[in-house]
């Protein structure tokens, strides 16, 4: 295929790139050469199919990474993607730290990125957990048992913001931290608040 419009906006990020500036610009050819369409979301280098998003590009500081938005789809039959943190359910990663990596690497990135535009070709999409597939805290379910309306305010929140609360209250490793945590968060939830609104 031939080299899809380079997006001007994605040319002035890349003129702006402190770090990644080499890496970005491998990974923006070999996207180009895939026939997807360039656009810039997210303030960053995004690669579209149709309308649909395909992959991003990202700068971390210890890598930067090529990030597959239905990247658990893909069969990855060399190992090599990355869920960016455990609670990501659909995207997952090829990570670099060197130009070097990337151009050897540019067969098989290729053939991700087909295999990425074929998933969406076909429609396929990602089923998502529920919220009840999460494991609710000891803490938390305490207090949703021992206080009724603390129970219809949870369940009232939408399950996005359900899921933000049980993640919120999981990650502490000991219990009284995590006691903490709902007791801090008990009247927002009450007052039908998000973690973060």
Not at 7 to 21: I, R, T
Not at 115 to 121: C, N
Not at 132 to 149: M, N, R, V, Y
Request: hydrophobic residues 35%; contains cysteine; positive net charge.
């Amino acid at each position: 295929m031939t080299n899809s419009k380079m997006n001007p906006k994605v040319d002035e990020f890349l003129s702006k790139a402190k770090k990644w500036q080499e890496e970005f610009s491998k990974l923006r050819m070999i996207t180009l050469d895939c026939g997807l369409t360039e656009e810039l979301k997210w303030r960053q280098p995004c690669y579209t199919f149709e309308g649909k998003n395909i992959v991003i590009l990202q700068g971390f500081k210890e890598y930067c990474a090529l990030a597959f938005f239905k990247g658990v789809l893909l069969k990855d039959t060399k190992g090599i993607l990355i869920s960016p943190t455990e609670n990501v359910q659909e995207g997952r990663q090829i990570r670099f730290t060197n130009v070097q990596e990337i151009v050897e690497m540019e067969p098989i990135l290729k053939a991700y990125i087909y295999e990425a535009i074929e998933v969406e070709k076909a429609g396929l999409k990602v089923i998502k957990k529920k919220t009840s597939d999460f494991i609710i805290p000891e803490e938390f379910q305490k207090k949703l048992d021992e206080i009724p309306a603390l129970k219809t305010a949870f369940d009232a929140l939408t399950p996005g913001r359900q899921r933000a609360y049980i993640f919120y209250f999981s990650q502490p490793k000991q219990s009284k931290t995590r006691e903490s945590r709902v007791e801090k968060c008990m009247q927002q939830i009450l007052d039908g608040k998000g973690l973060n609104d």
